[in-house]
């Protein structure tokens, strides 16, 4: 029997231990997907620097998280700290290399700081990928193709790529980010239990 004991004790441990390490990541994973929605709800809404916090919140947690980081690539794009979005950007596809939001986003600064041919490729590819995932929806007034088309013919005509056409493909990337990120089946699977969302945009975010 106590042979029996002096085996038993070090399972019954490693099996305690266990559970809590599990239970703890759970509470991280937890904590991570409603403060990225958080995020999200904010940037859908216009409120970049409401998004910060749970942004930062999440990184902190876990520096290689790629919701996280497109996120806040997205942001500092637009608040208008290009070397930011690029960080951000850059650790995203270094977990997740096929990230069409990354991408397209490392190719929308490009083309603000000049770079017009890597940043129209870049772009296009993240389309590609885009619409290979979700061929259907997301519709915006003028689609990417037909901006990146206007792009190239001024390109080609040996002018600069125009500030309208930049803004328009911008405007149009952030809809397609926001269709991929917050359709019904995307919500319903990644989301459902762990947000609780209120008629006044608010909802339940557990500490």
């Given at each position: 029997?106590?042979?029996?004991?002096?085996?038993?004790?070090?399972?019954?441990?490693?099996?305690?231990?266990?559970?809590?390490?599990?239970?703890?990541?759970?509470?991280?994973?937890?904590?991570?997907?409603?403060?990225?929605?958080?995020?999200?709800?904010r940037v859908s809404i216009g409120d970049l620097s409401g998004s910060l916090p749970p942004l930062q919140e999440v990184l902190?947690?876990?520096?290689?998280?790629?919701?996280?980081?497109?996120?806040?690539?997205?942001?500092?794009?637009?608040?208008?700290?290009?070397?930011?979005?690029?960080?951000?950007?850059?650790?995203?596809?270094?977990?997740?290399?096929?990230?069409?939001?990354?991408?397209?986003?490392?190719?929308?600064?490009?083309?603000?700081?000049?770079?017009?041919?890597?940043?129209?490729?870049?772009?296009?590819?993240?389309?590609?990928?885009?619409?290979?995932?979700?061929?259907?929806?997301?519709?915006?007034?003028?689609?990417?193709?037909?901006?990146?088309?206007?792009?190239?013919?001024?390109?080609?005509?040996?002018?600069?790529?125009?500030?309208?056409?930049?803004?328009?493909?911008?405007?149009?990337?952030?809809?397609?980010?926001?269709?991929?990120?917050?359709?019904?089946?995307?919500?319903?699977?990644?989301?459902?239990?762990?947000?609780?969302?209120?008629?006044?945009g608010g909802g339940t975010f557990p500490k």
């Amino acid at each position: 029997m106590e042979k029996g004991k002096k085996y038993f004790t070090p399972f019954l441990l490693l099996f305690f231990f266990g559970s809590i390490s599990l239970t703890a990541c759970s509470r991280v994973a937890y904590r991570s997907a409603n403060l990225n929605y958080e995020a999200k709800y904010r940037v859908s809404i216009g409120d970049l620097s409401g998004s910060l916090p749970p942004l930062q919140e999440v990184l902190k947690m876990n520096p290689k998280d790629v919701d996280a980081n497109v996120t806040m690539a997205q942001v500092q794009y637009r608040l208008g700290d290009l070397k930011k979005a690029e960080k951000y950007a850059r650790q995203a596809r270094s977990v997740a290399p096929d990230d069409f939001r990354a991408l397209g986003i490392l190719g929308l600064i490009d083309l603000r700081q000049g770079r017009y041919a890597r940043g129209i490729a870049r772009v296009a590819k993240a389309m590609e990928t885009f619409n290979a995932i979700e061929p259907v929806g997301g519709n915006t007034p003028v689609e990417p193709k037909a901006i990146l088309k206007n792009m190239r013919a001024e390109l080609k005509s040996g002018q600069k790529v125009s500030p309208n056409l930049i803004r328009q493909l911008e405007d149009a990337f952030w809809v397609k980010i926001q269709w991929y990120e917050f359709d019904e089946e995307y919500r319903k699977w990644h989301f459902h239990s762990f947000y609780d969302p209120r008629p006044d945009g608010g909802g339940t975010f557990p500490k």
